[in-house]
Structure formats: C-alpha cells, structure tokens
C-alpha cells in the first residue's frame, strides 16, 4: 500500500473544532487507500505559551530543560489528533520523536536528525493504523536525551519520516494555499506556484519566505521526495516542490520562480579596516565564535590613500547586539575604527532556476527598482538569486516592482515565461 | 549521602511564582547535606484542562492516547521545576516517568507500578544534580506504552521512588499542614497528628481523608519507608507515617487516630432478593462484572413469611447509574423486585489501631451519634474501624459530635489519651 506522509502545523491545530476537521482530512487519506503517517507540531500558540512559562521561572533556561518543556506541545495535540481520528472510527497510534525512532545530534535547541528508525511506525501502518508522530523533536543518539529540531523542525520530522518511510509525497498542511510567486499580503497579484524545483524552493526558503523550512527542502532534496504544499482548509491542489519534470512539461518552465523578502535581518558595517591580509578573517572569527550566524557580506573597494576600508554584513535582528558586543571587544586589536549598526534594512531576493540560462535578468531587476526610486545598499548574487538590501519602508514598494516587472503578476492563474535579454 | 525524596502537589505548583518557591525548597533539603530526587504533580487545574481539550475532541478518548495527553502536565510542570532550581545554581535533571524507570503493567489510566529500576536517577544523584521525575506516569513493561497510574498518583510514584533509592524519608508536601483528626474545615478543632501508622493510615485513606492517596500508604508499608506529610506553604513538621515508634515514646498512643469522612458514594438497594445462596453471589458478579467498586454492604435478615431479604451497597457515585443499569438488565434472572438508588448519603469512619485493646469504643461512638439525632442507615466494621452511612446533610454534624466524644478536640495540640471501658 502506498505510504503518505503528512504535516499539520499549528494553525491547522488551534482548538478542538480544528483538531476534527483534520481528523477527517487524515481519514480521507487512508480512505483513498494508503497508509498515512502524520506528523503534527504544538497547537496554535502553545509553544509561545510555554516559552512564556519558561521565562517567568528564569532567564536562562538550560537547553536539555527547555528541550523538555516544549516537546510536551506536540505530545499534546498528537494525543488529541489521534483520539479524534479514533472517533471517526479508525485505529490509530501515536508516538513521540523518541518512540518513532527520530535520532539526532545533542544539540538541545536545535538539534539535526542522525538517523530516523521509524520500527514501531511501520509496525503500526502493517496492523493498519494510522500513525500520528509528535513533530519537531527526537532523542540524541549518545545520551539518550530528549531534544527539539528548532522553530519549524515539524516540517524537517515529516520530510524524514517520508525518506525513512520510502513514502510516495510528503504533504505539508499549512494554512496558506501553496508556495506563492511572493508574499500575497504585499503583493495582492501573487500567483500560487504549481510547480517548483528544490533549488528554488531553498532560495527562496532561504532568502524569507516562511511557507517551508529551510532544512525541511535540504532533506526532500537529500533523499528525492516529492513535497506537497497545500492548505488544510481547502482541497485545493498546492505546491509541488520536486526536481522530477512535469508529466506533458512541454513548456518551457518560467525564468523566475518568485520574489522573496526578509525583514528580520540588520546590518553590521566595521568601519575603517586596516586593509591588510586576515582582517576579514579576524571579523567573521569574531562573529562565528560568538554564533552569530551572517548572510550578505560586501566590501568596498579600499581607499588608496588612507589604506582602510569598510566592511559590511547582515545577520539575523537576533544576533545584532550580541554580534556588535563581541566585535567591539576586538576593536583594538583588529584595529578597526568603529561600528555602525542598522536594523532598519530589508532584504529582496529574485529566486528563478531560469535565470541561469536568460541573460537580461539582472538589468530588468535593477532597472525595476531605480524607476521605484528604490536605493540599493548591499548586493549579493547566486547562481539562480539576486538579493538587494534596501531601506526597510521602501521594502514592499519594491517587492511588488520586481513582481511586476517579471510578469508574475496573475492574469489568469499562470506564471507567464518571461523573455527579456542582455543581461 | 542519605537521600530524600520529595513529592509536591499540583497546588504547590500554580503558577511561576509557587515553582520557584518549591525550588528553593528543594535546594534546602540538598544544602542540608541530602541527595533529592522529587516527584512533581502537573501544574494547578492544568490535569483537567487537558481532560476538557479531550472531551471537546471525543467523548470516548482511546485509554492509550488519553494517557499520552495527560503525561504532557507532568512533563511541562517537571521542567520548570528544573528551570527554577538551575536559576538558584544547583545542577539539575528532569526525568519522564519512563526515563526514570517506573515500570507498570499496561492498565491505561490506573496502571500498578511492576518496578523502579531508577539508573539513571541513581547516575544523576551520584553526579550530584538534584533529580526532578514526572510522576504520576510509567512505562508498561511489555508493550513499552506510556502509562498513567490514576488520580493522585504522584504520592506513589514518589514512595516507589523512595523505596527503589533506599531514602531515608518520602516527603509529601501539600497545601495542607499534615493528617488532622478530622477535615478541619468541618471540624475546626481538628489537631494535626504528629504521628499514625501504616494501618491506620490507610484506614483513614480509604476511608476518605484526601491526604494522601491508598495506594501510596501501601506502597510505603510494603517498603517500609517513611511519608513526612507536609505542608509546602510553611516550615512546619508535619505528619510522619510510619510503624517505627517514635524516640522516647513511653506514653501509649491516642486509641483514636481520626475521624473520616466520604461524600462522594451512593447507597443501591436490591429489594425483594429471594433468599437463597447464590443471589448474593449473583449480584456481586453483575457489579464486578461492570467494574463497580462496591465498598459497604449489608444484607437486612430476611423476613421469614416472605423468604425476601434486601440487599444493599455503597460504591462511588461516579459509578452508581452504570450498576443500577447492570443490575436491571439481571433483574428478572436473579428475581429481585426493585432498585433503590439513594446519592444523597454520607459516610463517617472513625479509625483508630486503639480499638483493638480498648473495649467501650463503639458504645462511646454510637451513644455520640444517637445524641445528636444522627439515624444511622448502614454499619460496617473492621479491626479498627467503625464506619456508619448516614443522610448526607447530618454528616457534618455527626463528624464533629464524633470527634468531640472523643476527646480529639484541640486543646493544647496534642491528642488526648481515652480512657472509655465496656466497649
């Protein structure tokens, strides 16, 4: 019997009404004639909530505790999942990370699988139950240690029960219809995209939009399973996220697979560097002994005539005040003269395999922002991305000129394949 | 390192505020030179919101995935307690009922504890972190499901701890001082006991005094191991249970130890029972049969000119329509004529290891209930207890003549010694 993997994420799982009602999107699954494995995160805001627990009892919560803490979220709703799919009448099993054999690293917090042993999912499927698995966490290889896969691991647990499971797709339920060409509440003619290759999906994962994690699309890519984004409030078709063409694909694939945006990151600039060999090298050893986690780098052309010159860099809001901290700290000995830091910024990236192969994309994309009065602060480019770093308040104005200029505006429903030249 | 094992309540534990409070309770019990491992209750009313949620999804939640659900309280209450004692700078581990190796048999929702094999607790404690355990919840030995061991289960697993680490001591803290001579909020003269042991103990348990649960009195006294009954609202001393005589003990223990009370039973009559041997039998199998717990029962001698006899029993109210219905379902096989079913009864125990040696208790326990006008509709002994079913609405005052008559009334804290005769 083909094997289904599914997602619920926790909007589809706010209360009791909408535990049912995917209850029954989960039974129609098994109707259909396959075996289903679902993997659920917390309800609604639980997560939240906990933290927020968390918070008032310490500051600092150790990890393996914390760990502790919010896997009690999952536990919860798969135990509600379960006995609502139990009175539609079905059999049904529902297991922990660690009972479904979700083995990781020990990194609480945001610990990667090692290994997924799903035996007792898979002798649950074979008796014909339906399997629910808590998402998100596991249990460290070594120390046997409850851990979590970090904000937005369901994604990442389904994925990997889909490779372990040898499943047909893997469909992750959320509460938008599919991956759109950008953010539909920026940019009102945003077009669902009906199929996407995982080199997109992880550009654009990577570069804002939030519909799948990131790691999640690594996995899919890493072991080939199709993944099928798509709304549990509807039976609408979504997203199909896969590296396999189309059947009857005679038509060219669009250029441009969509525009993504970011405003969650801020802008480190080190002022006035000594431009000698290694600086660069003592900056970001600075930032990464401090785990700060950096995205677009620039540096200017140096000054001849004062020898120094500036080197900027964007990482998460986050790690901002931790990241200006721990440079300060070696501001003498790298020699650097000072430090701006800006967390007004927003970040455009222009996500399209096409771009490979068309010339003309760069021009058209610049050119889209300069006739917005668009001023561009940092750039960085990819073999299938273009990013820009702009003013924060000019962010949207700017999404939905490049969403224009690339005919990904709807017309009537399909990405129109663009065709400029000279790039 | 003499170890002590702590038990607190989900009342010790509403909110941030409370957890912290325990926390640096438990650091006092380690800086006092123990090693401490505590069994911790889920959160405030938090067991019955998770009850509620399920109700929303089913009225009938499968046992398995009910135990699930519930086990989510203990874990989050189990880690914030981590949290708050590693705020204080104690190493700290929290451990699931399963990781610290309470094995049960797989009764979902009131399994028995089998054993404690407590590796990694002892691993924590030789480490020297103080051990946080879920209670309330196990594993089952043979199917490895997670199990939950019914209402009021933290107490055992804390003496089931107890007794697999060899503690000195199971401290339960609660909202309450200790174990009084009678509920002092009907008996407002109530004392609290200093000292009371395993049999009348459970006596008092089972009897109704909410203190501490049956089945962790039974635990203790198979054990061997001590319960300190305590308050975690104030330093106090509270109650210690136990067979051992306390230092310098040359005054002979009160007769009495307390007055219980029970509310929570009804009273079915089978009227018209032929009688004949066999139709007792017969009724009884018809109650175990639909898993009622039957707890008084009197049969009336039978009136000789109608070869009738009526028959009638106590058992919980939650229990009282599914064991009317059982019953008329065999009315016409065993040939009774009618069902009385009464919930509007009350139960007064009075419990004391005294009893066995001292003759007049029952004509002293009598003449105070008939001086208070207090009918008396069922009587039950054993060993040493009397108890007698009464209208609900005289409980109360029935419980306070009681306490009166035997001179348990509060004058300088301690119970005096009586010295009735001609039992």
Redesign the interface.
């Known amino acids: 019997m083909p094997i289904v993997v599914q997602k619920y994420g926790g909007s589809s799982l706010a209360?009791?009404a909408s535990?049912?009602r995917v209850a029954r999107r989960i039974t129609e699954a098994k109707k259909a004639g396959n075996d289903v494995c679902v993997a659920v995160s917390a309800m609604g805001d639980s997560t939240d909530e906990?933290l927020d627990?968390?918070n008032?009892?310490?500051?600092?919560?150790?990890p393996?505790?914390?760990d502790?803490?919010l896997?009690?979220?999952e536990?919860?709703s798969?135990?509600?999942v379960?006995?609502?799919i139990?009175?539609l009448g079905y059999t049904?099993?529902?297991f922990t990370g660690s009972?479904a054999g979700v083995i990781t690293d020990s990194s609480h917090g945001r610990a990667r699988i090692i290994d997924v042993t799903p035996g007792r999912v898979t002798d649950a499927l074979e008796k014909g139950h339906i399997v629910i698995v808590a998402g998100f966490q596991g249990v460290s290889q070594d120390t046997?240690e409850i851990t979590t896969l970090g904000r937005g691991g369901t994604d990442t647990t389904a994925v990997a029960l889909a490779a372990a499971l040898n499943a047909e797709v893997c469909e992750i339920y959320t509460d938008v219809d599919g991956v759109f060409t950008a953010d539909p509440r920026i940019v009102p003619a945003a077009k669902k995209i009906h199929r996407i290759s995982n080199e997109e999906m992880l550009e654009l994962a990577a570069s804002g939009s939030k519909v799948l994690h990131l790691r999640s699309v690594e996995y899919a890519r890493r072991f080939n399973i199709p993944i099928h984004v798509r709304s549990s409030f509807s039976a609408k078709e979504g997203t199909i996220v896969t590296d396999k063409p189309a059947e009857g694909d005679t038509v060219e694939a669009p250029i441009i697979a969509g525009v993504a945006h970011d405003r969650s990151e801020a802008k480190i600039t080190v002022v006035g560097v000594p431009d000698h060999p290694g600086k660069a090298a003592e900056i970001f050893q600075t930032c990464a002994d401090a785990e700060i986690n950096i995205d677009m780098i620039v540096q200017n052309v140096s000054a001849t005539e004062t020898g120094l010159t500036d080197i900027s860099f964007t990482c998460p809001k986050t790690d901002g005040q931790t990241g200006v901290q721990a440079l300060r700290k070696v501001q003498a000995s790298v020699g650097f003269a000072s430090i701006q830091y800006d967390d007004q910024i927003g970040k455009l990236s222009l996500v399209g395999a096409g771009m490979r192969s068309h010339p003309g994309v760069s021009a058209t994309f610049f050119r889209a922002l300069a006739n917005t009065g668009v001023n561009i602060e940092m750039i960085s480019t990819s073999e299938i991305r273009i990013s820009v770093v702009t003013r924060a308040d000019v962010l949207d104005d700017a999404v939905r000129a490049v969403h224009t200029a690339f005919g990904l505006d709807s017309t009537e429903g399909e990405a129109v394949v663009y065709g400029g030249s000279g790039r």
């Open positions: 209360d009791a535990i049912k906990l627990l968390a008032q009892v310490t500051p600092q919560p150790p393996r505790e914390l502790m803490l896997t009690a979220g536990r919860i798969m135990a509600l379960a006995m609502a139990a009175d049904v099993r529902s009972q046997k």
